[in-house]
């Protein structure tokens, strides 16, 4: 299958992801077995949920703005839809009402107000960054975009996975632990740093270290064990090597931004490590 193929099939997120998993989705569904229900402990942008063929859908990011964004496009649908639209027109695209907006996303409580400023920001903020500072704010500076595309398209198919999927706004191991034989786990953690100047890792306040990378291989190597097939994608390098040696593994190049001021593009080496479900009849 070719690259252009792939651009046709699938869809993009409703969020600007950098670093998402949009390019390498084939790659993905080839290596994900078939089940009942795919379970997305970091969901990020859901694109691999958005475009997979399963049933049913367990959705889950510890970013809660990210996740309350989905909950209104699940629960208003197109009225949300409308609602969020309203902030795509010029009189919105200047650095007054970008600032004012971000500051509102900030202090505000109202839940679809700031769903719908959440979609303004990875829209008109540089280079789609969701970036927080140590305060949990939101502090991305405005991009230069004569006029931010609206994804109505993908939010009309997120309507429809919405039907399918659940949500959650928890720690990924409460989530893999839910899972049932039969299940599949599509684990894409925030990645491990390329080295230790090229950390890209915050994605939300809170941060994630290599004790935590080790604890997602000890819970997938549980659940496998228990009939549930997982796969985890992350950088290889040699600590992801060494972290993944149980697993069945595969490697491949993918050009991606590696830097957070989008200037540094490169080619990178991605690791899939699968742990088939084991014990499992069906
Ligand atoms: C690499 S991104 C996922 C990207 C996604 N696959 C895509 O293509 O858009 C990693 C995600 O993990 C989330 N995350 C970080 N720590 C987490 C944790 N302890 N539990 C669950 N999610 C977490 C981040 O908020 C972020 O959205």
Not at 69 to 78: A, E, R, S, V
């Amino acid at each position: 299958m070719n690259k252009t193929s792939n651009k046709t099939q699938h869809v993009r997120a409703p969020l600007k992801w950098p670093g998402g998993k949009y390019k390498l989705l084939d790659r993905v569904y080839k290596t994900l077995t078939p089940g009942k229900r795919l379970i997305e402990p970091f969901a990020g942008s859901c694109v691999v949920s958005l475009n997979a063929p399963y049933q049913r859908f367990l959705i889950n990011d510890k970013n809660t703005d990210v996740i309350n964004f989905y909950k209104c496009i699940k629960n208003d649908k197109n009225e949300f839809i409308e609602y969020a639209k309203k902030y795509f027109n010029e009189k919105y695209n200047n650095k007054d009402e970008y600032y004012f907006l971000r500051d509102e996303f900030n202090s505000t409580t109202d839940i679809i107000y700031k769903s719908a400023i959440l979609l303004y920001i990875s829209r008109h903020g540089y280079n789609g960054l969701l970036r927080y500072n140590l305060s949990g704010q939101v502090n991305v500076p405005m991009g230069q975009y004569k006029k931010p595309y609206f994804p109505e398209k993908e939010m009309q198919k997120f309507i429809q996975l919405s039907k399918k999927s659940s949500f959650q706004n928890k720690d990924f191991e409460l989530i893999m632990r839910k899972a049932e034989k039969g299940d599949v786990v599509y684990c894409d953690p925030p990645y491990v740093p390329l080295s230790t100047t090229a950390n890209f890792t915050t994605y939300s306040s809170g941060g994630f270290n290599n004790h935590d990378q080790e604890r997602l291989v000890r819970v997938a190597e549980e659940i496998s064990a228990k009939g549930v097939n997982v796969l985890i994608s992350n950088h290889a390098t040699s600590y992801t090597r060494k972290l993944y040696s149980n697993a069945q593994r595969s490697e491949f190049l993918v050009r991606r931004m590696i830097s957070c001021n989008g200037k540094n593009r490169n080619n990178v080496r991605e690791i899939l490590a699968s742990y088939p479900a084991r014990g499992a009849t069906k």
